[in-house]
């Protein structure tokens, strides 16, 4: 079992990787953001109240991942590993992962993440809101999701450094090249 986590600001192209990763290893991809999307067309109570937060640029509470994060894991104990896509975003999320892995006695192989600057991010981020159709892909709340990020998302890579699982990609590449850095790192850990 191989269980990853990418990491990387908005527009750094997690989505895009973790499709081709999800393929190749067989892997279940647990994207938070795409949970918290289903929820919210859905109108669970849950996407009612992640709702106002996620449009206003703010990362939703530590509470509400951590339960969406268990209860996925739980419902789906058999898979060859886990791709978390968004997730750990706090330094506290990244604690508690720790926990939630070892109770159900696996462990989380590596951090990868994809580094690309703010003007890259901010580029990219209003080139896909052009047909994302997504409500948080405008100027406006793209800088305060970029705010989010450095005050509360960066502590994360702390984290990771200090147990050595932490590796950095320049993720201002092409996608094919990008996979190939992503995909030597995760069969290193696998040998
Ligand atoms: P992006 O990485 O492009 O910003 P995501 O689809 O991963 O977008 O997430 C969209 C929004 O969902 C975030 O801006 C945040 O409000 C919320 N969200 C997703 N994952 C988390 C998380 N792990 N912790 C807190 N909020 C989250």
Not at 116 to 122: F, G, L, R, Y
Request: charged content about 30%; glycine content about 8%.
């Amino acid at each position: 079992m191989i269980n990853i986590a990418l990491f990387g600001p908005p527009g750094a192209g997690k989505g895009t990787q973790a499709d081709l990763l999800v393929k190749k290893y067989n892997l279940l991809h647990i994207s938070t953001g795409s949970i918290l999307r289903s929820e919210i067309d859905e109108g669970t109570p849950l996407g009612l109240e992640a709702k106002k937060t996620i449009e206003r640029g703010k990362l939703v509470s530590d509470e509400m991942i951590v339960k969406i994060i268990e209860k996925t894991i739980r419902n789906n104990p058999d898979v060859r590993g886990y791709l978390f896509d968004g997730f750990p975003r706090t330094y506290v999320q990244a604690y508690i992962l720790e926990g939630i892995m070892t109770r159900f006695h696996k462990k989380l192989c590596c951090l990868i993440s994809l580094e690309i600057s703010e003007d890259v991010s901010v580029k990219r981020l209003l080139e896909r809101g052009r047909t994302s159709g997504r409500r948080d892909d405008t100027e406006e709340v793209i800088r305060k999701r970029l705010r989010e990020y450095n005050d509360k998302t960066i502590p994360v890579i702390e984290y990771y450094k200090e147990i050595n699982r932490y590796f950095p990609i320049n993720g201002d590449g092409s996608v094919g090249h990008i996979h190939s850095q992503i995909t030597a790192i995760i069969d290193k850990q696998i040998l």
